[in-house]
């Protein structure tokens, strides 16, 4: 069983910064495209960034030049570096990714997997 836990949501003032780590465990698994969404309070979730294996990543236009996603394949770790906050930032923060599992004796599966959600509020 794999799981996915982000950390580092908190409240910040418009102009700081917030690092957001999305932390994959379990046994024998690997992690294909990894994602962050966000979700604003009353509004369907978006996408905010992607990465890839070999770290080709991908921004959505609201946070290109303010935002930095990066993986840390050794520890299994996506991380979201966000910086000059805006208040319009606010909301829970999800990582998602596309993981395979293998068990001896049994067909690798590839499945999808979403983390519980971190929440970052950017207020002055």
């Known amino acids: 069983q794999v799981q996915l836990a982000e950390s580092g949501g908190g409240l910040v003032q418009p102009g700081q910064s917030l690092r957001l780590s999305c932390a994959a465990s379990?046994?024998?698994?690997?992690?294909?495209?990894v994602a962050w969404y966000r979700q604003h309070p009353g509004k369907q979730r978006e996408l905010v960034s992607t990465?890839?294996?070999?770290?080709?990543?991908r921004y959505a236009d609201s946070v290109t030049g303010r935002f930095t996603i990066s993986r840390d394949n050794d520890k299994n770790t996506v991380y979201l570096q966000m910086n000059s906050l805006k208040p319009e930032d606010t909301g829970v923060y999800y990582c998602?990714?596309?993981?395979?599992?293998?068990?001896?004796?049994?067909?690798?599966?590839?499945?999808?997997?979403w983390g519980q959600g971190t929440q970052v509020t950017v207020s002055s």
């Open positions: 998602h990714a596309r993981i395979t599992t293998a068990v001896v004796g049994f067909p690798s599966e590839t499945s999808d997997y």
């Open positions: 379990g046994r024998n698994f690997r992690m294909h495209v």
């Open positions: 990465i890839t294996n070999d770290h080709v990543t």
